[in-house]
């Protein structure tokens, strides 16, 4: 009896024994024995589901078996939903799913709800992962209405407006300028005169010298979940003829100007060193060289100014009317476009983005307005500049300085003591470089230095919006119907 079992014994090892070497032979029949379970994730991971739909996009994937079929359902309570499913053959090794979820499709109710993936590899084990992600339904955008009612700006300036946004979850609100968001901030941060009123906010937003009179302007408010609900209002734009230059420049100027900033823009950009020899330079490779530092750098330097204005404050700073920093008249216009040129080589081209203020050598420089010093330092073709943050987005530049008497975190008043003026940067002669942004843009600061300007576009604004956010005289709970044209 024991010689039958050990004879029946070693004819089921052999053919054992042939079925494994079998399956090392062909990886396509290991893979089937795989026991390892797929890997999936949400890569967008939608904290919820809005209209008029959202986006799903899952990545999965199975090194061994690879996956053979994936599924998608949503449940609320008891009610559950299949939106997507798929077999595959061949099973896929790796893929990415995007779904859109449409409002109505399925129908859901506002509130929690689950979405729930599975994915099963090809294996004989149909090895399993189910991944649960919890949504929120809310198919309801905000509401937005404008309050203030006169908004007549123009290319190059500013206008303020201010607007009522109500709904469940609000995430951020403002103003569109074409393509672009200029957030707002809540009402009473423009002034003390606002009291803290619910759902009451103010965009103080720039018409960039890039646009034309005929942009698009809006409002928009959104949701955590995304639901994004826009408003138009009354405005108009005046266009603005900006000045155009051609600037042809001595080589001595070029020189100069390529000695004293190609090393920091090399370094700036991150490139390779190398030597300048201006008795060598052909006028070529100047024009070049200063092509490279008056576009490249200025792009590069004005990605570093936003990043500085980024921390401007979302409450109001200034007072009044700005100062003018420098007691001088312009030597150049706001916005001019300037083309450059040595010996009729053409050497770039620039949009002055600022005044030009000249008066006495190392003449002292005061603060337009009051506020906050964000930056005190070398700014490549600037020179040594200050930067103050005036609030709500709102800044002042003072570049070429020769000297500066505040430090980064100062708070300042208007008149202020912050510098003298120099010859620092891409500058020809001792001159003060002077600008007003809003949220990064460049606007023409001959606004912001009018008084008129300041009361029309800033003061009245501020008493429209107290007398309608202010109770009727015979009850002091209604408010008086927000003013819409």
């Known amino acids: 009896m024991k010689k039958i079992i050990l ?59 690879g996956v053979s079929e994936v599924s998608i359902e949503i449940s609320q309570g008891e ?19 995007n779904l859109p979820i449409k409002r109505g499709a399925p129908e859901l109710r506002q509130g929690q709800a689950t979405i729930k993936v599975t994915v099963i590899d090809a294996s004989l084990l149909n090895n399993k992962l189910v991944l649960e992600h919890p949504v929120i339904v809310d198919y309801i955008a905000p509401q937005i209405e404008p309050i203030s009612s006169h908004h007549n700006g123009r290319v190059g300036g500013a206008l303020l407006v201010a607007y009522r946004v109500s709904g469940d979850d609000v995430a951020s609100s403002g103003v569109l300028v074409g393509e672009r968001r200029y957030l707002g901030v809540p009402g ?26 005929d942009v698009s302007i809006s409002l928009f408010a959104h949701d955590k979940v995304g639901n994004e609900a826009r408003s138009s209002f009354y405005y108009t734009v005046k266009p603005t003829r900006f000045r155009a230059a051609d600037l042809s ?39 070049s060289d200063f092509k490279l530092i008056n576009e490249d750098y200025r792009r590069g330097l004005n990605e570093k100014l936003r990043s500085i204005n980024a921390n401007s404050t979302t409450t109001r700073l200034f007072e009044g009317a700005f100062t003018r920093p420098l007691s001088a008249a312009p030597t150049s216009s706001f916005g001019e476009q300037r083309s450059y040129s040595l010996n009729s080589i053409p050497a770039g081209q620039s949009i002055h983005l600022g005044i030009d203020l000249a008066h006495l050598i190392n003449a002292p420089v005061f603060a337009s307005n009051n506020g906050k010093v964000l930056f005190v330092g070398d ?10 943050d005036h609030g709500m987005g709102l800044t002042s530049l003072y570049g070429h300085l020769s000297s500066t008497s505040v430090n980064e975190q100062d708070t300042v008043s208007q008149g202020a003591p912050i510098g003298r003026t120099g010859i ?12 007003i942004r809003l949220h990064n843009e460049s606007i023409s600061p001959f606004e912001w230095l009018d008084s008129h300007w300041i ?26 119907a927000p003013t819409v044209e």
């Open 424 to 435: 620092t940067g891409l500058a020809g002669g001792d001159h003060l470089h002077f600008e």
């Open 79 to 97: 009610t559950i939903k299949e939106i997507y499913s798929e077999k595959f053959s061949p099973s896929k090794q790796d893929s990415v799913l």
């Open 455 to 480: 009361k029309d576009h800033i003061e009245l604004p501020i008493q429209d919006i107290v007398s309608t956010i202010a109770p009727p005289t015979d009850t002091k709970s209604a408010l008086v």
């Open 188 to 213: 009473h941060n423009l002034s003390p005169k606002i009291t803290e009123t619910p759902g009451l906010f103010v965009s103080l937003f720039p018409i960039p010298t890039s646009v034309d009179e």
């Open 379 to 388: 700014l490549g073709i600037y020179g040594t500049t200050v930067v103050i």
């Open 249 to 287: 420049l001595s080589r001595s100027f070029f020189e100069g100007t390529i000695k004293k900033l190609l090393g920091k823009y090399l370094d700036f950009a991150h490139l390779p060193f190398r030597e300048y020899d201006e008795k060598v330079a052909t006028d070529e490779q100047l024009a």
């Open 7 to 65: 004879i029946l014994a070693g004819m089921l090892t052999v053919p054992l024994i042939g079925a494994i070497l079998v399956l090392l032979m062909h990886p396509a029949k290991m893979r089937a024995l795989d026991m390892t379970a797929p890997t999936a994730s949400l890569t967008n991971a939608p904290i919820g589901l809005k209209s008029p739909e959202t986006n799903l996009e899952l990545a999965y994937a199975d090194t061994g078996a």
